[in-house]
């Protein structure tokens, strides 16, 4: 007997061997990447969440601190720019913006040459925060790939940069 057959098998596992009990003309296979992504996904999410709320921050906030501070100073951009980048729509942008606004993070101003375009800038204050709010998330992120291993995470990362390309062709 090998070692893959004495281990317990994980939540995934039982789940893809009741449906091949109940349905056998059924190959569940897929299961075993996509529901193992997802869940990981899940727990990944969580994990890096606590890490923004010890900034006071959302996932969505974090977003859109961490996209001004990588466009480099000034750490501004347009709003539409700004919603490309954090893959959210315009409404969805506003809201975010209206709540970092009211921190005192981000600050709204009109584009010098078009006064109808709206520009989003850090403040000193979300510069401040978000250097330490990102400095945390990778350390978080680092902590979490040394879990893995970093065999593993070098293994694993061409795979899922090839799977997205191609999700994303789509």
Request: proline letters at 4%.
């Amino acid at each position: 007997m090998d070692a893959s057959a004495r281990e317990p098998l994980d939540r995934v596992a039982e789940i893809q061997q009741a449906w091949r009990r109940e349905r056998p003309d059924l190959d569940p296979s897929p299961q075993g990447v996509i529901a193992r992504l997802h869940r990981i996904a899940l727990e990944l999410t969580d994990r890096l969440v606590a890490v923004y709320g010890e900034y006071g921050l959302n996932e969505g906030e974090f977003d859109v601190l961490a996209t001004l501070r990588r466009a480099g100073a000034p750490y501004e951009r347009a709003a539409g720019e700004l919603a490309d980048h954090t893959l959210v729509t315009t409404g969805g942008l506003t809201k975010r913006v209206d709540r970092l606004a009211a921190r005192g993070l981000v600050e709204r101003r009109a584009e010098a040459s078009d006064a109808r375009r709206r520009l989003v800038r850090l403040t000193p204050a979300g510069l401040d925060l978000i250097d330490r709010a990102f400095t945390a998330h990778l350390a978080n992120e680092h902590r979490l790939i040394a879990e893995l291993g970093s065999a593993d995470a070098a293994a694993l990362e061409p795979i899922l940069s090839r799977w997205l390309q191609v999700l994303d062709a789509r």
